[in-house]
């Protein structure tokens, strides 16, 4: 694909998520949530007592678009976790989780709840 094919793929990919959470009565706080080190936060919902950071992945199957999560980028969207926490008093005493939301070539999408512990 080419790179606008690509980044608009990938921002459909986001609504697409970002809908699905919110059919299933989660509040979409955020989306692509930028902090001032250079992490991008995909979707940020608000779960009862919990925020869930969400990063989103598009790839022609769930399994690869999985492996595009690199531990880099881990590092640098749990900076922005942090700061986004610091940031909101409205999110400061909740629990987070992180989730990765895969979504395939035909528009699946395969959501794996606490993807990340901070291992």
Known sequence: ?????????GLAAEDQVAAHY?????????HRW???YGGEIDLIAREGDQVVF???KR?????????RLSQRQ???I???????????????????RF??????AAGRIEIVENAYHGD
């Not at 694909?1 to 793929?9: P, T």
């Not at 700061?83 to 400061?92: C, G, K, T, V, Y």
Request: glycine content about 4%; charged content about 30%; hydrophobic content about 45%.
């Open 1 to 9: 694909m080419s790179g606008a094919v690509s980044y608009y793929a």
């Open 22 to 30: 919110q059919r299933s009565g989660r509040r979409i706080a955020a």
């Open 34 to 36: 930028r902090g001032r």
């Open 54 to 56: 969400i990063e989103v």
């Open 59 to 67: 790839a022609k199957t769930h399994a690869w678009a999985a492996e």
């Open 74 to 76: 881990m590092r640098r």
């Open 78 to 96: 749990c900076i922005s976790v942090e700061e986004f926490m610091a940031s909101d008093p409205e999110f400061a005493n909740l629990d987070v």
């Open 99 to 104: 989730d990765l939301a895969l979504v395939d």
